[in-house]
T-cell receptor, first 113, second 114 residues
Framework: EAGVAQSPRYKIIEKRQSVAFWCNPI?????LYWYQQILGQGPKLLIQ????????DSQLPKDRFSAERLKGVDSTLKIQPAKLEDSAVYLC???????????FGEGSWLTVV | AQSVTQLGSHVSVSEGALVLLRCNYS??????LFWYVQYPNQGLQLLLK??????LVKGINGFEAEFKKSETSFHLTKPSAHMSDAAEYFC????????????FGTGTRLKVLA
């Protein structure tokens, strides 16, 4: 079974530029998550989708972050404009509700300079 | 609201010694509990999970954890540390109400000394 795929793995941008991350979840997983992990901290949930609907985006900085999940499969997370404090790893994860376990991708590492 | 607390951001053990990583949770409903491991430059990998079946849960790589409701704890142990166990370990809690929201602790970095 293929795992959660993310791209790009690494990205360096200047502040005020924009960036987009893509995620393809495990086939058949209805729930998709985007987490932000700042160095030395645990993952923090940014947004949770159930199929193509948003379940929780309470911690998403909506003035600069946006996410969508078209057709309930792939998802894109966008940051515009980026700030220095957005430097982090952006982890995509998916879950099969029946099994209650989330599976993570390798992460997209963002450095804002 | 649910939360997890991991005591000790850094733990060092000698190779062959017992590994004990502490996790305490707070939840108003019976939770699901998880331990994940993160190696450098990688995503999080599931070590084990508790989903209200047996209180002693065995995971991969010789790790196990025991759910203790009276102590609200879910500590991770391994009898004998190996150099390859050096990594960051995260405890996580999820509710069982169907929203499947996962809250992660701040992590414990395990260092194994030769």
């Amino acid at each position: 079974e293929a795992g959660v795929a993310q791209s790009p793995r690494y990205k360096i941008i200047e502040k005020r530029q924009s960036v987009a991350f893509w995620c393809n979840p495990i086939s058949g997983h209805a729930t998709l998550y985007w987490y932000q992990q700042i160095l030395g901290q645990g993952p923090k949930l940014l947004i949770q989708f159930q199929n193509n609907g948003v379940v929780d985006d309470s911690q998403l900085p909506k003035d600069r972050f946006s996410a969508e999940r078209l057709k309930g499969v792939d998802s894109t997370l966008k940051i515009q404009p980026a700030k220095l404090e957005d430097s982090a790893v952006y982890l995509c994860a998916s879950s099969d509700r029946d099994k209650g376990t989330i599976y993570f991708g390798e992460g997209s590492w963002l450095t804002v300079v | 609201a649910q939360s997890v607390t991991q005591l000790g951001s850094h733990v060092s053990v000698s190779e062959g010694a017992l590994v004990l990583l502490r996790c305490n949770y707070s939840s108003s409903v019976p939770p699901y509990l998880f331990w994940y491991v993160q190696y450098p430059n990688q995503g999080l990998q599931l070590l084990l999970k508790y989903t209200s079946a047996a209180t002693l849960v065995k995971g991969i790589n010789g790790f196990e954890a025991e759910f203790k409701k009276s102590e609200t704890s879910f500590h991770l142990t391994k009898p004998s540390a190996h150099m390859s166990d050096a990594a960051e370990y995260f405890c996580a809690v999820s509710d069982t109400s169907g929203t499947y929201k996962y809250i992660f602790g701040t992590g414990t970095r395990l260092k194994v000394l030769a």
